[in-house]
Every structure is written in structure tokens, then in C-alpha cells.
């Protein structure tokens, strides 16, 4: 027997539709790249995003055409997110950080129809253009004042497209499952892979994102996200800020800029900032040095890369709780978030902290698992280590355009996350290494993220990397690549020595090298496979002896 509730189907353009009629004076605030900060209402983003809807329209859109983006975090990027869900067609957020042949590569895959831009990517673009040739149409994000000089063809100009338009547009009533934002994941090898986000699932992980032991967005927050709209939606803040009715703060091209971070913070009452662990090094540095304080946040989200405990630190000691989490572009992206669970409070601060450290627990939507090399379920000990799988209604089922010719996913519909992780008896699971980044040291694995968490709170090391080297006792052992802050002197042996009793002995590196920068790929994460072709031709100092008890 059915139940008799309304099908209604869950689509992205009713998220702005409902903060249009229940929030309509919560704020948009946004750095811009031609300067100064713009500010309106989700009210005048909605009627802006009419008028984008009928632009779209008019340029021919049809259901399913995909619209590339190569834009920062800003109201117009915004509107972009929303008119293209609401007319069928796709975004298509593209990282600028990409290499000009992994930017052609993604717009050809993607056959992309249109680009819009911002005017400080148009001289990129104009060397792309003539590989581009589903482009028809390249739209720069600015008003007539601001629009460039340009041999683009068929440069349009974003406000005249608005200008014309009506407010009103009559959204289509969309199948849930239709396709609307699509985002490729610069894997270390091989071409990139689309992940192509639906209405339904894009909807379903902003109602899970804003539960309390998740994200917890609210009418009483402001929502700083400082992960790029062009990767993996901002971790779908820019959905779930005015799905909540909180504020929304877009940094725009200032992502790094610790200066500005910290005065839209104070002076915007950022209350919640989401980012990756590099870019709050780069405030947390800059607020060290320069003083003040960020009193309005309570709390920041971290994830993207393990945050580091002594970043954990700093944030605490300006008032600030890090809330870990875990996810993947093919995971839209969120995947498992810390928050303590209450049998933790009466624990002492030390091992309250050290939960606080692990990755996250899961919540519902998301269910995980661990599996040994034959496909075996591992138990949640906190201490077997297994390649983490995970299946939920918005983990990728497939990529764009592979038609299952990627073997991430099993028969039973688990997904392969190529990552290792540990589960712990409290469901906290803790992401260990990349399959492909572990190290094996006499068969057993050793923890890169644990080496260099602890390498990172050693005095004057600015950045940390563990990598596997080749040896010819035990397969593999720890190298640690270390980049220095500037005017620093680090003894290599007190560094190891450093170790003694943070981890098992044969755990500790062997040998420490100096780096002047630490490669990084597109979307800011270490590159292992560059520092491991760096250090190709690496040969352990001599008298180097492993510590395997
Ligand atoms: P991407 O698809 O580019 O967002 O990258 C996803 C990958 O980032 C994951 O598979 C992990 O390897 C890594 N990652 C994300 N969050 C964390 C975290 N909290 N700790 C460690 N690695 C993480």
C-alpha cells in the first residue's frame, strides 16, 4: 500500500524561491573583483536570478545544456547556481587554478555552451578560446563601466543580459533526478572525472547539512564559505545559507587574503566559516601577527585535507571550535562531521580533544564502511586500518560521459573512495591516508596524516609532508619533506626525536629533507605523486637505521 503524501519533487530553484517569501532581508554580502563589497537580499537575488533565468533563455538554453563558470565566491556566481538549476540546464564550476590543458580538457568534455567569467580570467580565456569549440558564447561578469577589451567571440556583457529581462519567470516543475551542477575532480592521474549533482541530491544533503550534530546552519548564523563555489558548490553553503535564513558572506577573489577574511569576520558577524586547512593557516597567521581578534565566529568547518591539531589549537585560543569533516567532490561533498557525542564530557580535555581531532562521525544519509584488500568488512576498533567505501542518495553513481567504465563502484552500490581510514567503537572514523599515498613499512601501514600532524606543531615547520621511500630492508619507510617558516633553522634529529612517544617507534620517519615549497595540486591539496617524483632519486643518508622494534 502507498502512502498518500504529495510527490512533490526536490529541486535547488525552491531552496531561493522559499528565502525569497520566508527571508527575503537576509543579506548577500560580497567581495567583488572590481572592488569594494557588494551587498543586497536574498529577495533581490531571486528577482536577479528571474531576470538570469530569461537571459538563459534567450541565449537558446535548453534542458540539460551544460553552462561553464570560471568565477569566485560572489553574488553573480550565486545567481548562476540558481538560474541554471531552474531552468534544467547545468552548471559547470571550473577551477581557474587548473592548467590551460586541464581547462580545455574539462569545457571540451563537458561540451560546454557558454562561459561566463570574470573579467580577471579573460586573458586566460582568450588563449583557450580557439581549442574551445562548443563555446558559442563567453559572457564576462561585470556591468557595461567594467566590461574589458576583448578578442573574445561573442563577448557578452553579464548586466546587459540582465538588463533587459523581465523579474518574473515561470520555473518549470523539473524532475528531482534531472542534472544541475556538474564539477570535475583533478585526480592525480589520468584525465579528470565529471561528477554531475542532481536537483535531489543536491537538495537532500542541504536538509542533512543543517541538522545540529551536522553543519547546524540557522537563522542566527553568518555563513562564511572560504572553499571556492567552484569546487564541490562551496560545500553547499551557497544552498544551505538560504535554505536556513542565514547571511552569506562571499569572500570573492580575497579567498587568501588573511587581512580581508578577518574584517568580513568582525565586520559582517561571520558566525560559521568553511575552508581547507591552508587557508586558515594563512589567517590564523595573519591574526597572530597584526592582532585583533575574530569574535563573532563560534565555529569553523574543516575538511578538504586533515586539519592539523595544532590549527585546531590556534582556533581555540581565539574562541573559534573546529568542527572536522569529511568529504569528496563525488560526495557532494559531505560525508562524516565531528561533533562530540555526550558520554564524552566527563572525559579529561586531552582525550575530548583527541576525538575532536578524528574525522568525523557519520550521519544519516551516509552510511560507510571499511574493507580489507579482499572486500572483507573490518570492525570499528579504531584500530584496523581498511579502504573506506561509502553510499548514500548523493554519492555519485557514476561519472559524466564514463558510462561505468570506472571501477570506484561494487555490485552492492558501495563507492570507492580511495581513501584509509579507521573506525572507532564511537563511530568516529579518522581518514588515515590516499590508498595510493600509504606507507608500507614491512607490510604494515603507517599513518601519513598522523606524521605530519605532529611534524606541523613542531616549532618553525611551516608546512609537512610524509612520503613512502623506497628501502631495502622494509619495501618502504617515511621520508619527511618539510618546508620551513621564513628565517628559520630546524635541527633534523630533534625533529625526529620529536616523535619518541607520540607514535609506535617504527612509526617515526627516518630521515628529514628541506623544501623551499611543497608542490600542491588545483584544488590546494599536497601533490604527493610531484614530491615523490621529486625525491625520484632519493637516497636514505647514510648510517640510517630503521626503528622497527
Ligand atoms: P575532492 O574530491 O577534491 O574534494 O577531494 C576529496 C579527498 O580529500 C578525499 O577523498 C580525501 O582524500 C581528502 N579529504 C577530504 N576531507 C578530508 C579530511 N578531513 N581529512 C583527510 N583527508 C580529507
Redesign the pocket.
Known amino acids: 500500500m502507498k502512502g498518500l503524501m504529495m510527490e512533490r519533487q526536490l529541486l535547488v530553484i525552491d531552496i531561493l524561491k522559499h528565502a525569497n517569501r520566508n527571508f527575503p532581508n537576509v543579506e548577500i554580502v560580497s567581495e567583488t573583483v572590481e572592488g569594494g563589497r557588494h551587498r543586497y537580499t536574498y529577495s533581490d537575488a531571486y528577482r536577479r536570478t528571474a531576470k538570469l533565468s530569461n537571459a538563459l533563455q534567450r541565449l537558446g538554453a535548453k534542458t540539460g545544456d551544460r553552462v561553464g563558470t570560471l568565477a569566485w565566491n560572489g553574488y553573480r556566481h550565486f545567481e548562476l547556481y540558481y538560474a541554471t538549476a531552474g531552468t534544467g540546464t547545468v552548471i559547470h564550476t571550473i577551477n581557474p587554478r587548473l592548467f590551460p590543458e586541464q581547462l580545455i580538457y574539462v569545457i571540451n568534455h563537458a561540451e560546454d555552451r557558454w562561459l561566463f567569467l570574470e573579467t580577471s580570467f579573460v586573458e586566460a580565456a582568450e588563449k583557450l578560446a580557439p581549442h574551445l569549440p562548443t563555446i558559442e558564447g563567453f559572457v564576462i561578469l561585470c556591468d557595461r563601466e567594467h566590461m574589458p577589451e576583448t578578442s573574445l567571440p561573442n563577448a557578452m556583457c553579464y548586466e546587459d543580459l540582465l538588463a533587459i529581462e523581465e523579474e518574473e519567470y515561470s520555473w518549470a516543475e523539473l524532475d528531482e533526478k534531472t542534472a544541475c551542477g556538474l ?1 570535475y ?2 585526480g592525480t592521474t589520468g584525465n579528470p572525472k565529471g ?1 554531475l549533482y542532481s536537483n535531489r541530491g543536491v537538495v537532500l544533503h542541504t536538509m542533512a547539512s543543517g541538522a545540529p550534530d551536522a553543519i547546524h546552519y540557522s537563522l542566527q548564523d553568518v555563513v562564511m564559505p572560504v572553499v571556492p563555489m567552484f ?2 558548490n562551496a560545500w553547499g553553503s551557497p544552498h544551505a545559507s538560504p535554505m536556513f535564513g542565514a547571511k552569506l558572506v562571499l569572500p570573492g577573489p580575497k579567498m587568501l587574503d588573511g587581512k580581508t577574511l578577518q574584517a568580513l569576520i568582525n565586520e559582517e558577524g561571520v558566525t560559521i566559516s568553511l575552508g ?1 586547512p591552508t587557508i586558515w593557516t594563512a589567517l590564523m597567521n595573519y591574526v597572530k601577527e597584526n592582532g585583533g581578534d575574530l569574535k563573532p565566529m563560534n565555529r569553523s568547518i ?6 592539523p591539531p595544532a590549527l585546531m589549537k590556534s582556533f581555540r585560543d581565539y574562541g573559534v571550535r573546529v568542527r ?8 557532494t ?1 559531505l ?2 562531521l565531528n561533533t562530540p557525542k555526550p558520554e564524552f564530557a566527563s572525559w579529561p580535555l586531552e582525550e575530548q580533544q583527541r576525538m575532536d581531532e578524528k ?2 562521525h557519520g550521519f544519516f544519509g551516509i552510511e560507510m564502511k571499511i574493507v580489507d584488500g579482499d572486500d572483507t568488512e573490518l570492525p570499528w576498533d579504531g584500530v584496523q586500518f581498511g579502504a ?1 567505501k561509502v553510499r548514500g542518495p548523493w554519492v555519485c553513481n557514476d561519472y559524466f560521459k564514463l558510462d561505468g567504465a570506472s571501477d570506484a563502484h561494487d555490485a552492492d552500490g558501495w563507492f570507492s ?3 584509509v581510514a579507521t573506525i572507532d567503537e564511537y563511530g568516529f572514523m ?2 588515515t ?2 590508498t595510493k599515498d600509504v606507507i608500507k613499512s614491512g607490510g604494515e601501514w603507517i599513518s601519513s ?1 598522523e606524521l605530519e600532524n605532529i611534524a606541523v606543531s613542531y616549532p618553525g615547520v611551516a608546512e609537512a609532508a610524509s612520503i613512502a621511500m623506497e628501502h631495502t630492508k622494509w619495501g618502504e619507510r617515511p621520508l619527511l619533506v618539510v618546508r620551513k617558516s621564513e628565517g628559520v633553522a630546524i635541527d633534523k634529529r630533534a625533529l625526529i626525536d620529536f616523535y619518541q612517544g607520540k607514535v609506535a617507534n617504527w612509526w617515526i620517519p627516518d630521515a628529514v629533507e628541506f623544501i623551499e615549497e611543497v608542490p600542491h ?1 588545483a ?1 590546494g ?1 599536497v601533490s604527493k605523486l610531484k614530491l615523490r617524483e621529486h625525491f625520484s632519486n632519493y637516497e636514505w643518508p647514510a648510517g640510517t637505521d630503521p626503528k622497527r622494534e
Open positions: 564539477c575532480t583533478s561528477v569546487h564541490v581547507v574543516i575538511g578538504g585535507s586533515a586539519c572536522h569533516a569529511w568529504g569528496m567532490s563525488e560526495t561533498p560525508g562524516v574525522t568525523g573506506l573512495t580511495g581513501d579518522q581518514i591516508d590516499r596524516i595540486t584544488t591539496k
